[in-house]
Nanobody, 127 residues
Framework: QVQLVEFGGGLVQPGRSLSLSCRAS????????MGWFRQAPGKEREFVAG????????HYADSVKGRFSVSRDKNNNLVFLQMNNLRPEDTAVYYC????????????????????WGQGTQVTVSS
């Protein structure tokens, strides 16, 4: 059974940093892109960041460019999201997802290409 589990959410003050992790089990995802998404209350789920199978290509939403960084540890089936200079508008439930494509293109993280999802972890940015 494929399972994605996110770790690392919590409450943080504006301007601070937080790191999320996603552990995949049940199969290996080293040939596929992995992505991070978020959903704020009353809003639709949105793409945050994605990384290709090799880790050589990354993609970011404009709202997080320069502040967030996605990486992966293929040996341990882990994906990370380092979030710096957090803002209140970053408050959301963050989800990890696995693409059925290699992740080299931004379109690889479209809904039609996302096969597996984690249960989400809450990130709250507030003073």
């Amino acid at each position: 059974q494929v399972q994605l589990v996110e770790f690392g959410g919590g409450l943080v003050q504006p301007g601070r940093s937080l790191s999320l992790s996603c552990r995949a089990s049940g199969r290996t995802f080293d040939a596929y892109g992995m992505g991070w998404f978020r959903q704020a209350p009353g809003k639709e789920r949105e793409f945050v960041a994605g990384i290709s199978w090799s880790g050589g290509r990354t993609h970011y939403a404009d709202s997080v460019k320069g502040r967030f960084s996605v990486s992966r540890d293929k040996n341990n089936n882990l994906v990370f999201l380092q979030m710096n200079n957090l803002r209140p508008e970053d408050t959301a439930v963050y989800y990890c997802a696995a693409s059925n494509m290699d992740g080299s293109r931004r379109s690889d993280f479209s809904d039609r290409n996302l096969e597996h999802w984690g249960q989400g972890t809450q990130v709250t940015v507030s003073s």
